[in-house]
């Protein structure tokens, strides 16, 4: 089992970067798939997927709305994942939430993914 808690949300305006970590503790780590989704405020909307990379780092995928803009990399030595975000807009805010999933594929589907986070909040004003 793994534990997950982000960090580095917070109120940027719109153009500027932020950098979100989520630290993983349990065992294995380097054996999990991991991802970020994020969900946006207001009654209805879903958590949506934002990017994910291999247990490896050798692979990484994006939505079409970050790609370009954010990118997903890990640490296995430090049990933490990153997502840089750079010319954030202020339809980027929601919470964000990194998940995991010990698997080889990785999966941009949020039921695919068994363990999450509580979530950081990233506001982008324009």
């Known amino acids: 089992q793994v534990q997950l808690v982000e960090s580095g949300g917070g109120l940027v305006q719109a153009g500027e970067s932020l950098r979100l970590s989520c630290a993983a503790s349990?065992?294995?780590?380097?054996?999990?798939?991991m991802g970020w989704f994020r969900q946006a405020p207001g009654p209805g909307n879903e958590r949506d997927f934002v990017?994910?990379?291999?247990?490896?780092?050798?692979?990484?995928y994006y939505a079409d709305s970050v790609k370009g803009r954010f990118t997903i990399s890990r640490d296995n030595a430090k049990n933490t994942v990153y997502l840089q975000m750079n010319s954030l807009k202020p339809e980027d805010t929601a919470v964000y939430y990194c998940?995991?999933?010990?698997?080889?594929?990785?999966?941009?589907?949020?039921?695919?993914?068994?363990?999450w986070g509580r979530g950081t909040q990233v506001t982008v004003s324009s």
């Open positions: 990017a994910a990379i291999s247990w490896s780092g050798g692979a990484t």
């Open positions: 349990g065992r294995a780590f380097s054996s999990y798939a």
């Open positions: 998940a995991a999933d010990r698997s080889t594929v990785v999966y941009t589907a949020t039921q695919k993914y068994n363990y």
